[in-house]
């Protein structure tokens, strides 16, 4: 027992004891002996909600129609949900052109199903994550209304308003989606700043007041029984004042625009600033800040966690995804980056914008082996992972074969070098119907024909589908400990087909093999020789299986065994 010789000691102790008793209350609810807080156990799922499910039968998902799925989400070993944008909106960008950050657009439901959808999540144990579109509002946001409406209005400086030069825009910069990102505004003869669609005007966050509104809206929503935001578009938030040119690099790119190098209006040191300020509030909250975050390398991820880690809890390693073939040498080196960087690592292998990791990784010939191989890395990884809707049952990318059929604005720009995002955002196959269960009216975007193939109704019942095999991994990460708190360690490093590794928690040991190749694979683990008897297979793929100290694996096998005295 400690001893304090003197009452001056005393007091400084039990002050420091109180204080992180504080801390620990306001920020860090920790739910193991780790001090693990609960989005380091979460598994999140990315809703799109155009495309989940359809209650009211227009052809379009909707809030109640997620409601309707918790018993599934809960089920599969979904933890907390994050729904793309389901609040007012023209739908540009759909839904990433937000008109108002505190409702719900008539077209997903109302505030009320909105409340009915928190308090049956609540019920399920399910989190309720939304997405923040904080570097832009829609054109059609009261602010922005105001904002062009003259040059001295309330809002004007809550946008970025520059002269243009002569009769060209201030600058070089041009939209992610395609054109110069400045549009002349006849009102007040200014050009306005949008770096994605021209009806996704920049917000000028160097403005107090706008920071403030944003901090508020999150306070708002928090107050409504959220969670945490995935927060859209942070690499984009500020901007250089002095507007420089971007450099311009060789060649076009899909919309016929000059490449050119992000350098002054992306990734900012000033968005650091903001980021510590959201971060406050969801510290309010116990909550979850995830970022969209493009980082090119390990260093740049680590400037998100924040000094101390008071930016972002769940910056997303999109590096993962930049592997795109089954190589276990270049697998290695991501994970072993991410277990290095400064914070808590997150994988996401596919989501609304990018291929889905059925395609990218698929052959064309072992696609759900294949599946089940991805499901089975990023779910027994250290880290927290996101899932995408659909990833679960094998959806793939399905997207439009005539230009004319396009629905994402940026596929019929730029077609058809760029097809657009409608491939990856297909409703959800949830039965072998006509409109896949999805909705009893045509849905907004085609039923991909694998539905025939790929629903949850038929998953559920097969016991070798993508499905089982995914409910059986998460699982076993709610409740294997290895998994959930321990340490990653690779081993046989050299192999060039199988991937191995293991999760270590205190004395116990969990072997993850995975065959990364078209071809049976056996691995001598030298168990014996590192005091272990055995692995006792915990979940593993067709007839993958362990011998002593060998694991043969079935071509793009999955085994995982725990290490056995
Ligand atoms: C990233 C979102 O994920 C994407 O869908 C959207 O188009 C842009 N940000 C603009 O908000
Ligand atoms: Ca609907």
Known sequence: MMRCKSPLLLMSVLLSVLRIHVLAQNSAKTVDSEGHQWWQHAVFYEIYPRSFADSNNDGIG?????????????????????????????????????????NIDPMYGTLADFDT??????????????????????????????????????????????????????????????????????????????????QQPDLNWRNPAVKDAMFDVTRWWYKRGVSGFRLDAVDTLYEDTNLKDNPVLPGKNAFGDP?????????????????????????????????????????????????????????????????????????????AAVNSAAGWPTFVISNHDIVRSYDRYGDG???????????????TLRGTPIMYYGEEIGMKTTPPTRKEDVKDPIGRSG???????????????????????????????????????????????????????????????HTNKELLDGSYVPINQNDQ??????RVYQDQAVLVALNMSGTTQKVNFELKKNGFASAKSLVATGQSSSSGDVVTLDPYGVFIGQLMR
């Open 497 to 502: 087909n199988v991937l191995s590794y293991l």
């Open 62 to 102: 909707d809030l109640s129609g997620i409601t309707s799925k918790l018993d599934y989400l809960k089920d599969l070993g979904v933890d907390a949900i994050w729904i793309s944008p389901c609040f007012p909106s023209p739908q540009v960008d759909f839904g990433y052109d937000v008109s108002d950050y505190e």
């Open 365 to 379: 010939e072992h696609n759900d082996p294949i599946a089940k191989l991805m499901a089975a890395l990023y779910l």
């Open 415 to 477: 077609w058809p070098k760029e097809k657009g995002r409608d491939g990856e955002r297909t409703p959800m196959q949830w039965d072998e119907s006509d409109n896949a269960g999805f909705s009893k009216a045509a849905p907004w975007l085609p039923v991909p024909p694998t539905a025939k193939t790929h629903n949850v109704a038929d998953e559920a019942k097969d016991g070798e589908s993508i499905l089982t095999f995914y409910k059986k991994v998460l699982k076993l990460r």
């Open 117 to 198: 959808l928190a308090a049956s999540a609540k019920k399920h144990n399910v989190r309720i994550i939304l997405d923040f579109v904080v570097n832009h509002s829609s054109d059609q946001h009261p602010w922005f209304i105001d904002s062009k409406s003259s040059r001295t209005a309330a809002h004007r400086d809550w946008y970025i308003w520059r002269d243009g030069k002569g009769s060209a825009p201030p600058n070089d910069w041009t939209s992610i989606f395609g054109g110069s990102a400045w549009k002349l505004d006849a009102t007040t003869s200014q050009y306005y700043y949008h770096f994605f669609y021209a």
């Open 259 to 335: 490449n050119e190098e992000r350098k002054f209006n992306t990734k900012l040191p000033e968005v650091h600033e903001a980021l510590r300020g959201l971060r406050k509030v969801t510290d309010e909250y116990n909550g979850v800040l995830i970022g969209e975050t493009w980082t090119a390398d390990i260093a740049e991820l680590n400037l998100y966690y924040g000094a101390g880690n008071n930016e972002l809890q769940l910056p997303m390693d999109f590096l993962f995804t930049t592997v795109n073939k089954l190589s276990p040498a270049e697998f290695r080196k991501q994970i």
